[in-house]
Nanobody, 125 residues
Framework: QVQLVESGGGLVQAGGSLRLSCAASVRTFSNYYMGWFRQAPGKEREFVAAITRSGGSTFYADSVKGRFTISRDNAKNTVYLQMNSLKPEDTAVYYC??????????????????WGQGTQVTVSS
């Protein structure tokens, strides 16, 4: 099991930026592909971005492509989500997740075994 702790959420105006971090407590962080998901009030949790174990490949939801960047530092056991040009519709609780299945990444929440507690991102118009 991987312990995950997110940080970096907050309140920002539309057009602004935030950088989320997710620190993992695990022996070998590079054994896990990592993902970011979000859940807005009254909506289902949705995929935002994912990154392979080495960090060599990244994947994004269409709604954030070109605005968000996922990255990881395996030496620091940390994954990041840089969010630029934020929109009010980006308002949600953001969760990081770790997956250890035999695949590069997963776009579904069912492909992840460990989750952080979430961090609130609020974008005002």
């Amino acid at each position: 099991q991987v312990q995950l702790v997110e940080s970096g959420g907050g309140l920002v105006q539309a057009g602004g930026s935030l950088r989320l971090s997710c620190a993992a407590s695990v022996r070998t962080f590079s054994n896990y592909y990592m993902g970011w998901f979000r859940q807005a009030p009254g909506k289902e949790r949705e995929f935002v971005a994912a990154i392979t174990r080495s960090g060599g490949s990244t994947f994004y939801a269409d709604s954030v492509k070109g605005r968000f960047t996922i990255s990881r530092d395996n030496a620091k056991n940390t994954v990041y989500l840089q969010m630029n040009s934020l929109k009010p519709e980006d308002t949600a609780v953001y969760y990081c997740a770790a997956g250890g299945r035999a695949r590069p990444v997963d776009y579904s929440s069912s492909g992840y075994d460990s989750w952080g507690q979430g961090t609130q991102v609020t974008v005002s118009s």
